[in-house]
C-alpha cells in the first residue's frame, strides 16, 4: 500500500517561532510548570489540545464570508440546524459558544444534590458543570480501558453491568442522564463500539433514563466502527454516525473538535419539553435561540466543517496520522495507550517514569520535559487533572496518569509529527533525570488550568 498522504494542499501558512532549549527551562520555571501559562509562540510544535486548533478550509472560509448576522431567523442558522438535523436525525437543535456551554445548560435544569450523572468518562469540564450543579458524576469504564498498555478495539466502551449495578443502588429516579463520551478523551481517545451504545441505550430505555451522546469526536468513533466492529465495514460513516445517533435522546457537541470550528457547540435532543426549558436559560446565557452565543459566520463554519468531517479520506488520513505516532512511540518502547486513539497520543506516564509517585506527579513532570527537549506542548490527564484530596488531606489519585499529545487538525504535516516522534524518544531516554513536581497553588475545581508547581528537590 502506499504512504497515505494528507487529503489537502497548504493555502495558507503561518511561522512557528523557533526558541532554545535553555531560554525553554526558563519559561517553564516561569510558568510555574504549568504548560497553560506558556505563550502559544514560545511553543514550537503546539499537542495541547485538538480543540478550537483546526485549519478551516477554503469552503469554510468562503462560508464565513456569507455568513449572515441577523439576530433572529439567520440564513445561516438554518444551514447549521438542517446539517446537525441530517447527520444526528436529532428533531431539535440549540446553538452554543461551545460544549461546556450546552452542558452548562443542561446540568443546571437536570442537576442538583443527590442526582447522578452516569458515563463511560466524563471529560473535565462536563465533570465540573455536574459537580457545579450539587450532583455527582459517576464513571464506569469497562476494565480493558484501564489498562494502558493492552490493545482491545474499543476500550471506550461502558461497563454495562456496572451500569445495571449503579442503576439499582442509587435508584433510576436520581439518575436524570447518562451520558456516552465518543470518542472517549479522557480514557485515551478510544472509541465505543456500536453494540455498546446499542446495550446502553436499551438500558437506559428500560429505566427511563434519557440517554445522550457527549459527540464532540463522533466522526472519529464512527470511522473506528467502519474499521473494527463487525458488520460495519461497508457501510459509509454517515450511515454508522446517524445510526449511533439513532439510540439516543440527545447529545452535546463541542463543534472545536469534529467540525473544524475554531469556535462554537450545540444541544440536540428529541424532547420538546426539555428543549422549551434548555431555551430559556440559552436566551438568559448564551443568546437567542438561533445563534446562542455565535455569530453568523460560525454556524456557517460548523455547518460545513460538519459535513468535511465525515469524508473518508480525511477520516482514513487523521486515523492513520495518530497511529504512524503510536507505531513510532512503540518501536522505541515508549509505553503509550493501545491501540491508537482517534485525536491524540496518549503516553502512559506511571509506566514511563516509574522513579516518580503519583503524588508528585509523573504526568505534569513529562509535560515539562517535552517542552524543555524539544517545544513540544502537551496536557497531563491524570492525577493533577483529576485528582481530589481525602478527609485527611491525602491525594487520591486518578486511576491512570496519561500525556496527551492531541492533534490538531489539518495542521501539522508527517515532518512535524517525526520531529515530536525523535522528541519524546529523546526523553524516553534520559527518562531518569526527570524530577517530580510538588504543587505551590492550586484552586478547588479544575485546579490543572492554573495550578503553581515547582520541581521537588
Ligand atoms: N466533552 C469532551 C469529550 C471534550 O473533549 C471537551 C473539550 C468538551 C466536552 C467541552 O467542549 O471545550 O467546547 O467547551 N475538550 C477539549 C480538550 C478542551 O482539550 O480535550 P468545549
Avoid at 492533534?407 to 515532518?415: A, D, G, K, L
Wanted: glycine share 8%; aromatic share 8%; net charge neutral.
Amino acid at each position: 500500500m502506499k504512504t497515505i498522504i494528507e487529503p489537502f494542499k497548504i493555502k495558507s501558512v503561518e511561522p512557528i517561532c523557533f526558541n532554545t532549549k535553555e531560554e525553554r527551562v526558563s519559561i517553564l520555571e516561569k510558568a510555574n510548570y504549568n504548560p497553560f501559562s506558556i505563550h502559544a509562540n514560545d511553543v514550537l510544535i503546539d499537542l495541547l489540545t485538538d480543540s478550537g486548533t483546526s485549519a478551516m478550509s477554503s469552503n469554510q472560509w468562503a462560508g464565513i464570508m456569507q455568513g449572515d448576522e441577523s439576530y433572529a431567523g439567520s440564513p445561516s442558522f438554518f444551514h447549521f440546524e438542517k446539517t446537525v438535523k441530517e447527520i444526528t436525525g436529532l428533531p431539535i437543535v440549540i446553538p452554543a459558544h461551545q460544549g461546556r456551554a450546552a452542558e452548562k445548560i443542561l446540568f443546571s435544569i437536570l442537576g442538583g444534590k443527590g442526582k447522578y450523572f452516569i458515563s463511560n468518562t466524563l471529560f473535565d469540564t462536563t465533570r465540573a458543570n455536574i459537580e457545579f450543579s450539587g450532583a455527582g458524576g459517576i464513571d464506569l469504564l469497562c476494565e480493558e480501558g484501564k489498562h494502558p498498555t493492552v490493545p482491545s478495539a474499543f476500550k471506550g466502551n461502558m461497563d454495562t453491568g456496572a451500569l445495571k449495578k449503579i442503576i439499582i443502588e442509587k435508584g433510576a429516579d436520581n439518575i436524570p442522564m447518562v451520558i456516552m463520551t465518543v470518542t472517549n478523551n479522557s480514557g485515551g481517545g478510544q472509541p465505543v463500539s456500536m453494540q455498546n451504545i446499542k446495550t446502553v441505550s436499551a438500558i437506559c430505555k428500560e429505566n427511563k433514563i434519557p440517554f445522550f451522546i457527549d459527540a464532540c469526536r463522533f466522526a472519529e468513533n464512527s470511522y473506528f466502527i467502519k474499521l473494527r466492529e463487525e458488520g460495519y465495514a461497508n457501510r459509509s460513516v454517515t450511515e454508522i454516525a446517524a445510526e449511533l445517533f439513532s439510540y439516543a435522546d440527545g447529545c452535546t457537541m463541542s463543534a472545536k473538535k469534529d467540525a473544524f470550528a475554531n469556535i462554537g457547540g450545540f444541544l440536540a435532543m428529541r424532547d420538546m419539553d426539555l428543549a422549551i426549558r434548555c431555551r430559556n436559560l440559552l436566551i438568559i446565557t448564551e443568546g437567542f435561540t438561533t445563534y446562542g452565543g455565535l455569530a453568523g459566520r460560525d454556524l456557517e463554519a460548523i455547518a460545513i466543517g460538519l459535513k468535511e468531517v465525515m469524508d473518508e479520506h480525511y477520516l482514513q488520513y487523521r486515523i492513520r496520522s495518530i497511529e504512524y505516532l503510536t507505531n513510532k512511540l512503540i518501536a522505541a518502547g515508549v509505553p503509550v495507550m493501545q491501540p491508537a486513539g482517534g485525536h491524540a497520543v496518549y503516553i502512559d506516564a506511571k509506566e514511563f517514569l516509574p522513579h516518580i509517585p503519583v503524588e508528585q506527579y509523573p504526568g505534569q513532570a513529562l509535560v515539562g520535559a517535552l517542552y524543555v527537549e524539544g517545544g513540544i506542548r502537551s496536557v497531563e490527564i491524570g492525577s493533577l487533572m483529576f485528582g481530589k484530596y481525602n478527609a485527611a488531606g491525602k491525594l487520591i489519585p486518578s486511576q491512570m496518569e496519561l500525556v496527551r499529545l492531541a492533534i490538531p487538525r489539518r495542521v501539522y504535516t508527517q515532518s512535524h509529527i517525526d520531529y515530536v516522534a525523535e522528541v519524546v524518544i529523546e526523553v524516553f531516554e534520559k527518562r531518569n533525570s526527570i524530577k517530580g513536581l510538588q504543587i505551590t497553588e492550586e484552586v478547588p475545581m479544575l485546579r490543572h488550568f492554573t495550578a503553581k508547581l515547582k520541581q521537588t528537590p
